[in-house]
């Protein structure tokens, strides 16, 4: 079992960057996938990214090249490095960590991307 919480969202212009963090209450090194999804006011949750133990990772279409997950194995944080925001972007986003083929999440850090 594992708690998750979210910090680093916020109100960002277009074309500006946010980091987003995951703080896990134990160590993540044995978490096979640990990821982040978002969800927008009346859309589906969707894929953002995910990483493995191993750091291989996985990127939803819309934010490939922009965006950047890692994790930190030997504490208990997963990052997720936003560039090139754009509005679309706005959404609540979760940090997701599979484990024993159970699904964690968090409760949510809201991202707004607005001029």
């Known amino acids: 079992q594992v708690q998750l919480v979210e910090s680093g969202g916020g109100l960002v212009q277009p074309g500006g960057s946010l980091r987003l963090s995951c703080a896990a209450s134990?160590?993540?090194?044995?978490?096979?996938?640990m990821g982040w999804y978002r969800q927008a006011p009346g859309k589906q949750r969707e894929l953002v990214a995910t990483?493995?133990?191993?750091?291989?990772?996985n990127y939803g279409d819309s934010v490939k090249g922009r965006f950047a997950i890692s994790r930190d194995n030997a504490g208990h944080t997963v990052y997720l490095q936003m560039n090139g925001l754009k509005p679309e972007d706005t959404a609540l986003y979760y940090c997701?960590?599979?484990?024993?083929?159970?699904?964690?999440w968090g409760q949510g850090t809201q991202v707004t991307v607005s001029s």
């Open positions: 134990r160590s993540i090194f044995s978490i096979s996938h």
């Open positions: 990483i493995t133990s191993v750091g291989r990772t």
């Open positions: 997701n960590a599979a484990v024993n083929s159970m699904d964690y």
